[in-house]
Protein backbone atom coordinates (compact mmCIF):
# COMPACT_ATOMS: atom_id res chain seq x y z
CA UNK A 1 0.00 0.00 0.00
CA UNK A 2 1.17 3.83 -0.32
CA UNK A 3 3.31 5.29 2.25
CA UNK A 4 0.20 7.66 3.63
CA UNK A 5 0.19 8.33 7.03
CA UNK A 6 -2.44 5.58 8.69
CA UNK A 7 -4.24 7.38 11.30
CA UNK A 8 -7.26 5.18 11.24
CA UNK A 9 -7.40 1.27 11.99
CA UNK A 10 -9.68 0.01 9.56
CA UNK A 11 -12.18 -3.18 10.29
CA UNK A 12 -12.83 -4.74 6.96
CA UNK A 13 -16.07 -6.54 7.10
CA UNK A 14 -17.11 -8.90 4.85
CA UNK A 15 -20.38 -10.53 4.80
CA UNK A 16 -19.80 -14.08 2.36
CA UNK A 17 -22.02 -16.76 1.31
CA UNK A 18 -21.43 -19.38 -1.45
CA UNK A 19 -18.88 -16.73 -2.33
CA UNK A 20 -15.59 -18.99 -3.96
CA UNK A 21 -15.98 -17.37 -7.14
CA UNK A 22 -14.90 -14.31 -5.97
CA UNK A 23 -13.40 -14.41 -1.89
CA UNK A 24 -9.95 -15.04 -3.17
CA UNK A 25 -9.86 -12.02 -5.38
CA UNK A 26 -11.86 -10.30 -3.16
CA UNK A 27 -9.40 -10.85 -0.11
CA UNK A 28 -6.11 -10.72 -2.24
CA UNK A 29 -7.40 -7.23 -2.80
CA UNK A 30 -7.86 -6.33 0.83
CA UNK A 31 -4.21 -7.73 1.36
CA UNK A 32 -2.57 -5.38 -0.79
CA UNK A 33 -4.60 -2.44 0.77
CA UNK A 34 -4.87 -3.09 4.20
CA UNK A 35 -2.54 -1.47 7.33
CA UNK A 36 -0.85 -3.85 9.49
CA UNK A 37 -2.49 -2.73 12.37
CA UNK A 38 -6.43 -3.15 10.17
CA UNK A 39 -7.99 -6.08 10.85
CA UNK A 40 -10.59 -8.45 7.89
CA UNK A 41 -13.31 -9.87 9.73
CA UNK A 42 -15.24 -12.31 7.28
CA UNK A 43 -18.77 -13.40 8.16
CA UNK A 44 -20.25 -16.46 7.10
CA UNK A 45 -24.00 -17.40 6.62
CA UNK A 46 -23.42 -20.89 6.34
CA UNK A 47 -21.78 -21.47 3.06
CA UNK A 48 -21.50 -24.59 1.48
CA UNK A 49 -18.53 -24.74 -0.91
CA UNK A 50 -15.45 -23.73 -0.61
CA UNK A 51 -15.60 -20.44 0.37
CA UNK A 52 -14.23 -20.81 4.17
CA UNK A 53 -11.61 -23.36 2.70
CA UNK A 54 -10.36 -20.81 0.81
CA UNK A 55 -10.59 -18.14 3.78
CA UNK A 56 -8.96 -19.95 6.20
CA UNK A 57 -5.50 -19.91 4.16
CA UNK A 58 -5.19 -15.95 4.90
CA UNK A 59 -3.49 -15.62 8.43
CA UNK A 60 -5.25 -12.60 10.33
CA UNK A 61 -8.34 -13.19 8.99
CA UNK A 62 -11.10 -13.68 11.32
CA UNK A 63 -13.57 -16.43 10.60
CA UNK A 64 -17.50 -15.91 11.81
CA UNK A 65 -20.52 -18.31 10.94
CA UNK A 66 -23.88 -16.75 11.45
CA UNK A 67 -26.04 -19.17 8.88
CA UNK A 68 -29.82 -18.43 7.68
CA UNK A 69 -29.15 -14.69 8.76
CA UNK A 70 -29.92 -11.58 6.77
CA UNK A 71 -26.89 -9.30 5.13
CA UNK A 72 -27.51 -7.10 7.89
CA UNK A 73 -27.33 -9.21 10.80
CA UNK A 74 -24.00 -10.82 9.27
CA UNK A 75 -22.36 -7.26 9.00
CA UNK A 76 -24.10 -6.27 12.91
CA UNK A 77 -22.53 -9.24 13.93
CA UNK A 78 -19.14 -8.63 12.36
CA UNK A 79 -19.07 -5.31 14.16
CA UNK A 80 -19.39 -6.78 17.52
CA UNK A 81 -15.79 -8.29 17.08
CA UNK A 82 -13.91 -5.33 15.25
CA UNK A 83 -11.79 -2.98 17.07
CA UNK A 84 -11.51 -0.42 14.64
CA UNK A 85 -12.67 3.27 14.90
CA UNK A 86 -13.32 2.69 11.00
CA UNK A 87 -15.77 0.07 9.62
CA UNK A 88 -15.09 -0.63 5.96
CA UNK A 89 -17.91 -2.97 4.58
CA UNK A 90 -16.62 -4.71 1.45
CA UNK A 91 -18.96 -7.23 -0.30
CA UNK A 92 -17.32 -10.03 -1.40
CA UNK A 93 -17.48 -9.79 -5.09
CA UNK A 94 -15.77 -6.47 -4.45
CA UNK A 95 -12.24 -5.51 -5.77
CA UNK A 96 -10.52 -2.82 -3.98
CA UNK A 97 -8.48 -1.10 -6.14
CA UNK A 98 -4.89 0.44 -5.82
CA UNK A 99 -5.14 3.92 -3.73
CA UNK A 100 -8.43 2.73 -2.12
CA UNK A 101 -7.08 2.76 1.69
CA UNK A 102 -4.42 6.75 1.61
CA UNK A 103 -8.20 8.01 -0.40
CA UNK A 104 -10.31 6.84 2.98
CA UNK A 105 -7.15 8.15 5.57
CA UNK A 106 -7.48 11.22 3.24
CA UNK A 107 -11.64 11.19 2.96
CA UNK A 108 -11.88 10.45 6.69
CA UNK A 109 -8.95 12.90 8.44
CA UNK A 110 -12.11 15.59 7.44
CA UNK A 111 -13.80 15.28 10.70
CA UNK A 112 -17.35 16.71 8.86
CA UNK A 113 -17.44 13.80 7.34
CA UNK A 114 -18.91 10.89 8.58
CA UNK A 115 -19.26 8.06 5.78
CA UNK A 116 -17.39 7.58 2.99
CA UNK A 117 -17.05 5.53 0.00
CA UNK A 118 -17.97 5.11 -3.89
CA UNK A 119 -20.78 4.01 -6.10
CA UNK A 120 -19.32 0.30 -7.79
CA UNK A 121 -16.86 0.50 -10.93
CA UNK A 122 -17.32 -2.21 -13.42
CA UNK A 123 -14.67 -4.74 -14.88
CA UNK A 124 -13.20 -3.52 -18.30
CA UNK A 125 -14.95 -6.24 -19.60
CA UNK A 126 -18.20 -5.76 -19.38
CA UNK A 127 -22.05 -5.85 -21.04
CA UNK A 128 -23.96 -2.98 -22.29
CA UNK A 129 -26.10 -4.11 -19.40
CA UNK A 130 -23.54 -3.76 -16.94
CA UNK A 131 -22.07 -0.41 -18.86
CA UNK A 132 -25.94 1.76 -18.94
CA UNK A 133 -27.14 0.77 -15.66
CA UNK A 134 -23.78 1.71 -13.52
CA UNK A 135 -23.33 5.15 -15.73
CA UNK A 136 -23.82 6.85 -12.82
CA UNK A 137 -20.55 5.84 -11.56
CA UNK A 138 -19.01 9.10 -13.16
CA UNK A 139 -20.98 11.32 -10.71
CA UNK A 140 -18.26 14.00 -8.89
CA UNK A 141 -17.03 13.75 -5.42
CA UNK A 142 -19.83 15.46 -3.41
CA UNK A 143 -22.45 14.30 -0.97
CA UNK A 144 -24.96 12.19 -1.29
CA UNK A 145 -27.88 10.14 0.58
CA UNK A 146 -26.00 6.65 0.80
CA UNK A 147 -23.74 4.09 -0.79
CA UNK A 148 -24.05 0.98 -1.49
CA UNK A 149 -23.78 -1.48 1.67
CA UNK A 150 -20.62 -3.09 -0.48
CA UNK A 151 -18.02 -0.80 -0.39
CA UNK A 152 -19.16 1.74 2.96
CA UNK A 153 -16.74 3.24 5.29
CA UNK A 154 -18.67 4.52 8.56
CA UNK A 155 -16.92 6.31 11.98
CA UNK A 156 -17.43 3.97 14.19
CA UNK A 157 -18.99 6.03 16.74
CA UNK A 158 -21.65 7.21 13.81
CA UNK A 159 -22.57 3.76 13.36
CA UNK A 160 -23.35 2.68 16.87
CA UNK A 161 -25.46 5.93 17.20
CA UNK A 162 -27.58 4.57 14.21
CA UNK A 163 -27.85 1.46 15.77
CA UNK A 164 -26.27 -0.43 12.92
CA UNK A 165 -27.90 -2.53 10.08
CA UNK A 166 -32.10 -2.88 10.26
CA UNK A 167 -31.64 -6.53 10.91
CA UNK A 168 -35.59 -7.09 10.08
CA UNK A 169 -34.73 -6.15 5.96
CA UNK A 170 -33.38 -8.53 3.77
CA UNK A 171 -32.59 -5.63 1.08
CA UNK A 172 -32.42 -2.12 0.88
CA UNK A 173 -30.37 -1.67 4.28
CA UNK A 174 -27.73 0.83 2.54
CA UNK A 175 -30.43 3.39 2.01
CA UNK A 176 -31.66 2.61 4.98
CA UNK A 177 -28.77 3.39 6.82
CA UNK A 178 -28.27 5.90 4.86
CA UNK A 179 -31.32 7.47 5.34
CA UNK A 180 -30.50 7.11 9.27
CA UNK A 181 -27.01 8.69 9.20
CA UNK A 182 -28.81 11.85 7.42
CA UNK A 183 -31.48 12.07 9.68
CA UNK A 184 -28.88 12.74 12.42
CA UNK A 185 -27.26 15.45 10.82
CA UNK A 186 -24.18 13.42 9.68
CA UNK A 187 -22.34 13.54 6.44
CA UNK A 188 -21.93 10.67 3.43
CA UNK A 189 -19.63 11.53 0.96
CA UNK A 190 -19.02 10.00 -2.62
CA UNK A 191 -15.29 9.92 -3.40
CA UNK A 192 -14.57 7.93 -6.49
CA UNK A 193 -10.80 7.77 -5.20
CA UNK A 194 -12.58 5.06 -2.55
CA UNK A 195 -12.58 3.08 -5.75
CA UNK A 196 -14.01 -1.01 -5.98
CA UNK A 197 -14.75 -2.75 -8.48
CA UNK A 198 -18.13 -5.12 -8.11
CA UNK A 199 -17.54 -8.34 -10.35
CA UNK A 200 -21.41 -9.63 -9.28
CA UNK A 201 -23.09 -7.23 -11.56
CA UNK A 202 -26.54 -8.47 -13.36
CA UNK A 203 -25.08 -9.11 -17.01
CA UNK A 204 -27.91 -10.17 -18.69
CA UNK A 205 -31.74 -8.14 -18.97
CA UNK A 206 -33.18 -11.48 -17.49
CA UNK A 207 -30.40 -11.15 -14.92
CA UNK A 208 -31.22 -7.63 -14.15
CA UNK A 209 -35.11 -8.79 -13.63
CA UNK A 210 -33.85 -11.05 -11.15
CA UNK A 211 -31.93 -9.05 -9.46
CA UNK A 212 -34.52 -6.54 -9.18
CA UNK A 213 -37.02 -9.13 -7.88
CA UNK A 214 -34.47 -10.12 -5.38
CA UNK A 215 -33.46 -5.59 -4.36
CA UNK A 216 -37.72 -5.13 -4.17
CA UNK A 217 -37.84 -7.95 -1.15
CA UNK A 218 -38.65 -5.28 1.61
CA UNK A 219 -40.03 -2.92 -0.95
CA UNK A 220 -42.99 -1.85 1.56
CA UNK A 221 -41.18 -2.52 4.37
CA UNK A 222 -38.78 0.21 2.76
CA UNK A 223 -40.89 2.97 1.23
CA UNK A 224 -42.35 5.57 3.98
CA UNK A 225 -39.59 4.75 6.98
CA UNK A 226 -37.60 7.32 6.11
CA UNK A 227 -39.98 9.99 4.06
CA UNK A 228 -41.17 9.49 0.96
CA UNK A 229 -39.90 6.85 -1.55
CA UNK A 230 -39.54 8.23 -4.88
CA UNK A 231 -38.56 4.87 -6.91
CA UNK A 232 -41.54 3.34 -4.85
CA UNK A 233 -43.44 6.30 -5.84
CA UNK A 234 -42.50 6.29 -8.93
CA UNK A 235 -43.19 2.14 -9.50
CA UNK A 236 -46.60 2.81 -8.28
CA UNK A 237 -46.79 5.29 -11.58
CA UNK A 238 -45.50 2.76 -13.53
CA UNK A 239 -48.51 0.46 -12.45
CA UNK A 240 -51.28 2.81 -13.02
CA UNK A 241 -49.50 3.87 -16.48
CA UNK A 242 -49.36 -0.20 -17.36
CA UNK A 243 -52.93 -0.71 -16.63
CA UNK A 244 -54.05 2.39 -18.58
CA UNK A 245 -51.66 0.60 -21.78
CA UNK A 246 -53.45 -2.42 -20.99
CA UNK A 247 -56.89 -1.05 -20.95
CA UNK A 248 -56.08 0.49 -24.39
CA UNK A 249 -54.39 -2.58 -26.12
CA UNK A 250 -57.31 -3.91 -25.83
CA UNK A 251 -59.54 -1.58 -27.25
CA UNK A 252 -56.74 -1.09 -30.23
CA UNK A 253 -59.07 -3.50 -32.08
CA UNK A 254 -61.39 -0.17 -32.53
CA UNK A 255 -58.82 2.25 -33.39
CA UNK A 256 -54.83 1.88 -34.13
CA UNK A 257 -53.76 5.16 -32.27
CA UNK A 258 -54.91 3.18 -29.36
CA UNK A 259 -52.04 1.16 -29.89
CA UNK A 260 -49.55 4.25 -29.60
CA UNK A 261 -51.59 5.52 -27.00
CA UNK A 262 -50.22 2.33 -25.24
CA UNK A 263 -46.97 2.42 -26.15
CA UNK A 264 -46.62 5.76 -24.96
CA UNK A 265 -48.12 4.94 -21.22
CA UNK A 266 -46.32 1.85 -20.83
CA UNK A 267 -43.06 3.33 -21.36
CA UNK A 268 -43.53 6.41 -19.65
CA UNK A 269 -42.25 6.51 -16.76
CA UNK A 270 -39.23 4.31 -18.55
CA UNK A 271 -38.62 7.30 -20.82
CA UNK A 272 -38.67 10.26 -17.78
CA UNK A 273 -36.10 7.82 -15.27
CA UNK A 274 -33.76 7.62 -18.25
CA UNK A 275 -34.17 11.11 -19.31
CA UNK A 276 -33.67 11.80 -14.99
CA UNK A 277 -30.46 9.64 -14.93
CA UNK A 278 -28.93 11.50 -18.36
CA UNK A 279 -29.45 15.14 -17.23
CA UNK A 280 -28.12 14.45 -13.74
CA UNK A 281 -25.22 12.52 -14.96
CA UNK A 282 -25.14 13.93 -18.05
CA UNK A 283 -24.15 10.95 -19.61
CA UNK A 284 -26.26 10.74 -22.94
CA UNK A 285 -24.80 7.77 -24.26
CA UNK A 286 -26.90 5.17 -22.62
CA UNK A 287 -30.46 6.71 -23.22
CA UNK A 288 -32.47 4.26 -24.86
CA UNK A 289 -30.51 1.24 -23.32
CA UNK A 290 -31.61 2.90 -19.84
CA UNK A 291 -35.35 2.95 -21.34
CA UNK A 292 -35.20 -0.80 -21.62
CA UNK A 293 -33.67 -0.93 -18.06
CA UNK A 294 -35.89 1.25 -16.30
CA UNK A 295 -38.41 -0.75 -18.08
CA UNK A 296 -37.05 -4.37 -16.13
CA UNK A 297 -37.03 -2.04 -13.17
CA UNK A 298 -39.99 -1.15 -12.96
CA UNK A 299 -41.52 -4.43 -14.12
CA UNK A 300 -39.91 -6.47 -11.55
CA UNK A 301 -41.02 -3.83 -8.50
CA UNK A 302 -44.48 -3.96 -10.19
CA UNK A 303 -44.25 -7.52 -9.56
CA UNK A 304 -43.63 -7.66 -6.17
CA UNK A 305 -45.98 -5.24 -4.92
CA UNK A 306 -48.47 -7.40 -6.95
CA UNK A 307 -47.27 -10.03 -4.93
CA UNK A 308 -47.74 -8.42 -1.77
CA UNK A 309 -51.15 -6.95 -2.70
CA UNK A 310 -52.36 -10.64 -3.30
CA UNK A 311 -51.08 -12.32 -0.42
CA UNK A 312 -52.57 -9.42 2.08
CA UNK A 313 -55.96 -9.92 0.62
CA UNK A 314 -55.75 -13.75 0.37
CA UNK A 315 -54.67 -13.04 4.29
CA UNK A 316 -57.52 -11.08 4.47
CA UNK A 317 -60.37 -13.51 3.10
CA UNK A 318 -58.77 -16.35 4.87
CA UNK A 319 -59.28 -14.09 8.56
CA UNK A 320 -62.95 -13.10 7.22
CA UNK A 321 -64.09 -16.38 6.39
CA UNK A 322 -62.13 -18.08 9.77
CA UNK A 323 -64.16 -15.38 11.83
CA UNK A 324 -67.41 -15.92 9.91
CA UNK A 325 -67.01 -19.65 11.09
CA UNK A 326 -66.21 -19.13 14.45
CA UNK A 327 -68.57 -16.58 15.28
CA UNK A 328 -67.11 -16.38 19.05
CA UNK A 329 -63.56 -15.02 17.63
Known sequence: MSGTENTHLISFIVPVLNGQKYIKTCLDSIMKEKAPTDEVILVDNGSTDDTLKIASGYPGVQILQYPKVTISALRNRGTEHA??????????????????????????????????????????????????????????????????????????????????????????????????????????????????????????????????????????DTAFKNGIDKPFVMTIVFMIAALIALVLFFLSFRRTIDIVYAIFFLLLVSILSALYRILRFHNFRY???????????????????????????????QRVKYLASNPKH
Not at 200 to 210: D, Q, V, W, Y
Not at 291 to 305: D, G, K, P, T
Open 287 to 317: FFQLIILFFVFYLARSVVITCHIVSFFKNLF
Open 83 to 220: QGDLFAFIDCDCVICPGWRAAVESVMADERIHATGSIYDIPEKSTWVERAWLSERFIPNQKINYINSGNLIIRRAVYEEVGGFNEALKTDEDSDIGARINAKGYTIYHDSAVRVIHLGNAKTLAEHFRRKLWHSTSIL
